[in-house]
């Protein structure tokens, strides 16, 4: 192996590596884009707190729930039957797509199709729900 391959080599390794912890800095700033994304684009119908009234269900400790699953929310057939459970993968999608992801659901949704904004809602949303 040549001192050039080597380098190469090395290069791609790190560049490989999963990405590096963030500063504090950009970490409050996703948060906060996060929590703006989250007031502007969720929280007219959900609540984090499962205590606070909500037109839609609580999202309080969504990630890793079961779709469908908050005792006393009047789902819709499709999302009762949906089968899976809220990764942030499969929150991605439905802040995508809802309608893509689970054909039938009730809730009305315009999309948030920027990988950006979703993954600044996941950040308030892991934040927030961690914090209750």
């Not at 699953?69 to 993968?89: H, I, N, Q, R």
């Not at 309608?99 to 949704?109: A, E, N, Y």
Request: glycine residues 10%; proline residues 5%.
């Amino acid at each position: 192996m040549t001192l050039r391959t080597t380098s190469l080599a090395i290069l791609f390794g790190i560049a490989a590596l999963p990405a590096l912890a963030e500063s504090s800095a950009v970490a409050g700033i996703k948060l906060a884009a996060g929590q703006q994304f989250f007031d502007a684009e969720c929280h007219r119908c959900h609540a984090i707190d499962a205590t606070d009234k909500s037109y839609g269900p609580p999202l309080e400790g969504v990630i890793g729930r079961a779709a469908g699953s908050v005792d006393g929310y009047p789902y819709s057939k499709a999302l009762k039957s949906a089968g899976f459970v809220w990764t942030e993968p499969a929150l991605k999608a439905w802040m995508e797509d809802n309608q893509g992801l689970v054909p039938g659901t009730k809730m009305r949704h315009v999309g948030i199709t920027d990988p950006v904004e979703q993954e600044f809602i996941l950040t308030w949303l892991r934040h927030a729900t961690k914090a209750n």
